[in-house]
């Protein structure tokens, strides 16, 4: 052992230990504890209740979410029966009813369905009548959260005479 290392150790005094102790904090009185730990329950009471309102909020979006959902199904309902009537017409031979309606249950109410066709009458350039083109036009209504809906679609039905 090196003589310099015993000499340094020797310089420490019990008094420089000693200012080197961590001390323990002391409290002034007995309010001044009691206030600390009710500043405690504050901030948990507020942690929950911060919680609780972001709970809810994310309730709300999730029953928004939903709902949003479910009108869309249902509207897709309505456009798939508007496409399916429309091939319908286009794939049969003679020429589109006049006037038809239908009552078509879709699982979420009632859907009514109106079918109306007339000719076309185009004129092409020239002054000449093109015959044999009805215009047909869909008309689908349904009840919504107790508003009435609808959607309608028209497309043009060649037949030759």
């Known amino acids: 052992m090196r003589q310099d290392d015993s000499e340094g150790t020797a310089l420490l005094t019990d008094s420089s230990v000693a200012t080197l102790k961590r001390r323990k904090p002391s409290y002034r009185n007995s309010s001044t504890l009691h206030r600390f730990n009710g500043f405690a329950l504050y901030e948990v009471v507020l942690g929950v209740m911060i919680f609780a309102v972001g709970v809810l909020a994310l309730g709300r979006a999730v029953e928004n979410c939903l709902n949003a959902s479910i009108l869309n199904t249902e ?10 009537r429309m091939a319908e017409i286009q794939a049969a031979p003679g020429f589109p009813d006049t006037a038809k309606e239908f009552k ?10 109106i079918q109306k066709s007339a000719p076309a009458d185009l004129i092409e350039p020239g002054n000449i009548q093109l015959s044999g083109i009805y215009l047909a036009t869909l008309s689908a209504q349904w009840t919504q959260g107790g508003v009435t809906q609808s959607k309608q679609i028209s497309f043009y039905v060649y037949r030759a005479r």
Request: net charge positive; proline share 0%; glycine share 10%.
């Open 75 to 84: 509207e897709e309902r309505v456009r798939q029966i508007l496409s399916n």
């Open 104 to 113: 078509i249950n879709t699982g979420y109410g009632m859907v009514k369905l």
